[in-house]
């Protein structure tokens, strides 16, 4: 276990001063607790902090309370924590305050159906979001996650991607207003047009402006039903040529998902084969594989709404969109499920994952953006040689469009417009059952390496550095926008610590 200690603490006699201040909270200060001690871990499982006090915020007052009372100090930090699904602390604050934003979660989801959005806290569960808006009113955010367990404020201080990102863009795209209290513990209501400095700083801003207490979701109205459908293919080539085929094609000739994942030719439960199919009666038979398939095979994946009234249509709008893709003849597998159902498929996967004891071990995830251009170089080197074995858990690999990422938020992307998510999603059980955590981080930390001297446009995802300089590095041109932000709206670098991009000025 890796502890980091950011910041030392703050002088004794500043203690009882924020101390004093944090009375005013309505909601609870735990300072050792079941919180303080959930507060220092994450779901990467390879971080432990201990924080000062865990503030749970009834409102945007206590949240600005807790940062102003960081303000008196001269070296307090403030980590606003979402549901701590990140992998590398990014949520932590050592001897700092964390403020527990699923204090503020599920309740406050409000829906407008005239006008078609939802007022959510920035501690809502995108769970919570689907199954108000959804079951309450027929309506849904158009951009999701695959897995529902994170926070509206989390991902959006990301980017939030998904199988309707290629047409939607990130839900960092999806968002029309923010209630945010800044770094210097102001609250404000910012749109694209009211306050749009601060609007787009926090979009994707890794939490260093302000903290998400409210986000505007537009809805659009939900189908009843999917047709989720994969299908694979042994040469990487015609994978990519048929996804990037989908993601530009319009609306109407297109699916509403897509998304792919490399797997491992042969008969391993986990990694290989049985990995692809949809249902327990269908079965992989790899007989249609071309006799010269490699190590590794790909698979698109792919879903296409509809209504319970139109259920005829979709078995002749299916054919008809996929005519022109090249998969292994054989090897296509479908199943329907209820739009709630396919939006909520990772939960079966975490009931199963905590059962086994892997969702609890530690999680050293790689997750990058690289480029059209360099994505084919990328299949040759790690996957068909690095990760060849494959990593105990999904190997996804789906198309992004640029020009649907709003380029005034804070995410950097690569530079083309096609670019590729690649997510390292390993699952291993904890040492000495599975490999030492150090080894996997070690062939994460090679896979960069190789990116960088192969001179890929390419971009970290959920990216984790430990200095400035590589910091700067990863934000290229928009570093200096970045850092002006900064001192713009949190001036003595309160928030988001555990991001180690700033640190704590007086
Ligand atoms: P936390 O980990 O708690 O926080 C992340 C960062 O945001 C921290 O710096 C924190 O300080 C800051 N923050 C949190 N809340 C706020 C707020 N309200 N205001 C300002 N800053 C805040 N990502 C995708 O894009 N697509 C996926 O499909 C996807 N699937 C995932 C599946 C799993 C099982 C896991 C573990 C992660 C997945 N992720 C995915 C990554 C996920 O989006 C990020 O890890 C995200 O940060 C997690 O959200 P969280 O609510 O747990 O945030």
Redesign the pocket.
């Known amino acids: 276990m890796i502890a980091f200690i950011e910041h030392s603490l703050p002088h004794e006699n500043n203690d009882a001063q924020w101390q004093e201040a944090l009375k005013e909270i309505q909601g609870t200060v735990d300072y050792d607790s079941i919180f303080t001690s959930l507060a220092g871990k ?2 990467g499982g390879m971080k432990r902090t201990k924080p000062a006090a865990v503030v749970r915020p009834a409102s945007s007052f206590d949240v600005a309370t807790v940062i102003k009372a960081a303000q008196t100090t001269p070296n307090l930090t403030v ?9 590398n602390g ?2 932590m604050a050592n001897k700092g305050l964390v403020i527990d ?1 699923r204090a503020m979660g599920g309740d406050h989801v409000v829906v407008s159906a005239e006008e078609s959005y939802a007022d959510v806290s ?2 809502a ?1 995108w769970e919570e979001v689907l199954k108000r808006c959804v079951l309450g009113y027929g309506l849904a955010p158009r951009s ?4 529902l ?14 199988g309707q990102s290629f047409r939607y863009g ?2 960092t795209s999806n968002v029309t207003e923010l209630e ?1 209290v800044t770094g210097r513990g102001d609250t404000v209501i910012c749109s694209p047009f009211l306050h749009s400095d601060l609007f787009f700083s ?1 979009l994707g ?3 260093q402006f ?4 409210r986000a505007r979701i537009p809805l659009q109205k939900a189908p009843d039903m999917v047709r989720w459908i994969r299908l694979v293919y042994s040469e990487f080539d015609e994978f990519t040529r048929d996804a990037e085929y989908l993601v530009r094609q319009p609306k109407e000739d297109s699916f509403d998902y897509v998304e792919g994942f490399v797997f491992v030719n042969s008969d391993d439960p986990i990694n290989g084969w049985p990995s692809v199919t949809l249902d327990s009666d269908q079965w992989f038979n790899p007989d249609f594989l071309p006799p010269n398939s490699g190590s590794v095979l790909y698979c698109l994946e792919l879903a296409l709404h509809f209504h319970h009234h139109h259920p005829s249509h979709v078995d002749s709008e299916v054919e008809r969109k996929m005519e022109a893709l090249k998969y292994v003849e054989g090897l296509r597998f479908s199943v329907d499920l209820s739009y709630m159902d396919f939006l909520l498929r ?1 939960k079966k996967v ?1 009931q199963q994952a905590t059962a086994s004891g892997i969702w609890e071990a530690p ?1 050293p ?1 790689l ?1 990058l953006f690289v480029s059209k251009r360099d994505i084919a170089d990328f299949d040759r080197t790690v996957f068909k040689k690095i990760l060849k074995g494959g990593i105990g858990g999904p190997m996804l690999v789906y198309p992004l469009l640029r020009s649907r990422w709003d380029s005034r938020t804070s995410v950097v992307i690569p530079e083309g417009e096609i670019f590729y998510l690649v ?1 390292l ?1 390993r699952f291993t059980p904890p040492y000495p059952s599975g490999p030492p955590v150090t080894e996997l981080v070690d062939e994460n930390k090679e896979i960069v390496r190789h990116c960088t001297k192969k001179g890929y446009d390419f971009k970290l ?2 990216p984790h550095y430990k200095t400035q300089h590589e910091w700067k590095q990863h934000f290229g041109s928009q570093w200096p926008q970045f850092a002006e932000r900064k001192s713009m709206f949190d001036p003595m670098a309160i ?2 610590p ?2 180690k991009i700033f640190s704590r000025t007086h």
């Open positions: 994450d779901f980590a606003a924590r979402g549901n701590g699904h990140s992998i990014q949520a934003m920035g501690g569960l999701w996650t695959d897995y367990g994170l926070t509206v404020g989390g991902t959006l201080s990301n980017a939030g991607v998904s990130p839900q945010v926090v801003g890794l939490g302000g903290v998400i207490t990772v975490e999680h995830w997750n997510a999603l995802y959920l928030l988001a555990g991001q």
